[in-house]
């Protein structure tokens, strides 16, 4: 990557297919984040699985952000890498080998993975031990997803007990994430949704305190949540992650929040056919669609398909004028999987490309 041949350029220049994010809107919806949760007097803890960049989850922290949110440990080790001190994995870290990265990360900062289980957790001790370090752990309570943590309050009883005897760990908080929201804007809707969710965490954070555990982090929300559960009290920090470049399975009045779209997926028009179709070079290896299709700028009520290589398009009033070689943006339905099928950022102010920033955590699936 030659940036110097790139900077300055308008993003019509640049070969397509390729991610473009808008400056403006990327650092207005940081700063709008940002300020939301100082109000509510609620920590940020940015999940990264949506951008995985480094570059970004700096501007997050110089932001106000206590520290970033992964998916996974290679996430992690991307992230730790360049500099960042604060990490939690919101998911397992199981297996030796895993473990044993887990715990060279933690001589550099504090890297915290989730755990459900007690052989997890003393596997991560023992290997811990062999580290000198002590690695900070989640305990993670199954709050609506139905997938991993902990589902009675005996259990998470019994966790923290064991987790209690263990040399090389130490009980940091609780991970409750409760998954995307509903799709209300309804305030009353979204404060009940986040009641019986991360409210039952909120519930079994009391109880272990009441038992003498010390729990100084609850931990959980979406970009749909986040208002809604960081008004519950208990809660010590959010993780929402797509705010920072929005997309289409959002809305506005969803989030009630005023987010911009900063990510498009720059394409060209490659080919076109008798006024009624209008073919570009953007398919789906190169926009997630796994949580809907995406939606043209110039036009979002035109109909469209995506196959692999191509993104078929009806022809429109407002698409009519289009030509072979003409550039479209398009909408993500989904950033977080749109980002990691893509090498580089290309960053625009006004249209001018102002910098180029490496996904440096794509592909990190382990």
């Given at each position: 990557m030659i940036t110097e041949n790139i900077v300055g350029k308008h993003y019509s220049e640049l070969p397509a297919p390729c991610l473009?994010?808008?400056?403006d809107a990327l650092e207005h919806?940081?700063?709008?984040?940002?300020?939301?949760?100082?109000?509510?007097h609620c920590a940020l803890r940015p999940h990264i699985k949506t951008h995985k960049s480094p570059k970004i989850a700096h501007l997050q922290i110089e932001a106000g952000a206590v520290g970033i949110t992964c998916a996974k440990l290679g996430e992690a080790v991307e992230m730790s890498h360049a500099g960042i001190k604060?990490?939690?994995?919101?998911?397992?870290?199981?297996?030796?080998?895993k473990i044993r990265v887990l715990a060279g990360l933690n001589r550099y900062g504090e890297v915290m993975p989730c755990v459900d289980s007690l052989e997890n957790a003393e596997e991560i001790s023992r290997i811990a031990g062999e580290f000198h370090v002590t690695i900070p752990v989640f305990l993670?309570?199954?709050?609506?997803l139905d997938r991993c943590g902990v589902r009675t309050l005996e259990e998470a009883l019994a966790l923290a007990e064991g987790i209690s005897r263990l040399e090389h760990i130490s009980l940091r908080g609780i991970q409750a994430y409760e998954?995307?929201?509903?799709?209300?804007?309804?305030?009353?809707?979204?404060?009940?949704?986040?009641?019986?969710?991360?409210?039952?965490a909120v519930r079994y954070k009391k109880a272990l305190e009441e038992a003498g555990y010390r729990i100084p982090i609850l931990s959980g929300a979406s970009t749909g949540?986040?208002?809604?559960?960081?008004?519950?009290?208990g809660v010590t920090e959010v993780q929402p992650g797509t705010y920072a470049f929005m997309e289409h399975a959002y809305t506005a009045e969803e989030i009630r929040m005023p987010f911009k779209q900063a990510l498009f997926v720059h394409a060209k028009v490659v080919s076109t056919?008798?006024?009624?179709?209008?073919?570009?070079?953007a398919g789906e290896k190169c926009i997630g669609i796994d949580q809907g299709l995406p939606f043209l700028v110039d036009d979002p009520t035109a109909k469209l398909v995506l196959n692999e290589e191509h993104c078929l398009i009806d022809t429109t009033e407002k698409l009519s004028g289009l030509k072979v070689g003409d550039s479209v943006l398009l909408v993500p339905g989904h950033c977080c999987t749109t980002a990691n099928l893509h090498d580089f950022y290309y960053c625009?102010?006004?249209?001018?490309?102002?910098?180029?920033?490496?996904?440096a955590a794509r592909g990190r699936l382990e």
């Open positions: 473009l994010v808008d400056l919806n940081l700063k709008t984040m940002q300020e939301a949760m100082d109000a509510k604060s990490i939690l994995i919101a998911n397992q870290v199981v297996g030796e080998g993670e309570i199954e709050v609506g998954g995307r929201g509903i799709g209300s804007a309804d305030p009353e809707t979204k404060a009940d949704y986040a009641d019986k969710t991360v409210g039952k949540t986040a208002s809604a559960v960081s008004e519950l009290c056919y008798g006024g009624r179709r209008i073919v570009a070079n625009m102010r006004n249209g001018i490309i102002e910098d180029v920033w490496p996904i």
